[in-house]
């Protein structure tokens, strides 16, 4: 399923676009899916229009910011212990 349009740049794309965007990433996030391959894959876009547009939608305070070792976004990976 391809979501949206991308036609037109980073900033011609409205506060919908992105919080989309949000959508589909916190989604492949609980299907344990690659999330940004996930909103390149909804949107029909190359992988690094998907990443600028996450970039964005954290910006926009959509996602949180990334952390350092959790390569499933935000998340511990589930098989992780504490």
Known sequence: ????????????????????????????IDAQDPPT?????AFDV???TAARWVRRA???????P???GLPHGNRPHPEASD
């Open 1 to 28: 399923m391809v979501l949206g349009s991308h036609v037109g740049t980073m900033r011609g794309h409205t506060p919908e676009h992105y919080r989309q965007v949000a959508e589909v990433y916190d989604e492949a």
């Open 37 to 41: 391959q996930s909103v390149a894959e």
């Open 46 to 48: 190359p992988y690094t």
């Open 58 to 64: 954290r910006a926009l305070g959509l996602l949180p």
């Open 66 to 68: 990334p952390r350092a």
